[in-house]
């Protein structure tokens, strides 16, 4: 038995949990290999991480995630429509042209905005 003291320490002084020795395995099926894999994912855990969390009972926290993935599929889909509606305007339309441009540049920086995860 060691005592409390007697662990090693991190540059702040608290004390380092203890080294993970022991392996366990684990099979699944493929089915179930792919819902643990998109599980792990939603919550912005690796596979190990998110099942050993899950085994000793402490909760996973999901990802702070805005939007869904599916979302901005969709709004990418719109900036490409409105690209295409750019090109395909007649010469005479130069007036709403930039708009439209505009609008599809919003659109896309807005995308990207959202497509990134937060820093906390």
Do not use: K
């Not at 038995?1 to 002084?13: E, F, G, I, K, V």
């Not at 608290?14 to 290999?33: D, I, K, M, N, W």
């Not at 643990?36 to 996973?60: K, M």
């Not at 429509?81 to 339309?93: C, G, K, R, S």
């Amino acid at each position: 038995m060691s005592n409390a003291d007697d662990l090693p320490t991190t540059r702040d002084r608290r004390p380092r949990p203890p080294r993970r020795v022991h392996a366990t395995l684990v099979r699944f099926g493929t089915a179930e290999r792919e819902i643990v894999r998109a599980r792990a994912h939603e919550a912005g855990r690796p596979v190990a991480c998110f099942i050993r969390e899950l085994a000793i009972g402490n909760p996973v926290a999901g990802r702070p995630r805005p939007v869904h993935d599916a979302l901005i599929r969709e709004m990418t889909e719109l900036a490409n429509t409105l690209a295409t509606l750019v090109q395909d305007l007649e010469p005479d339309t130069l007036v709403i042209r930039p708009r439209l441009d505009a609008a599809r540049a919003t659109l896309v920086a807005l995308i990207h905005r959202l497509g990134r995860p937060q820093n906390p």
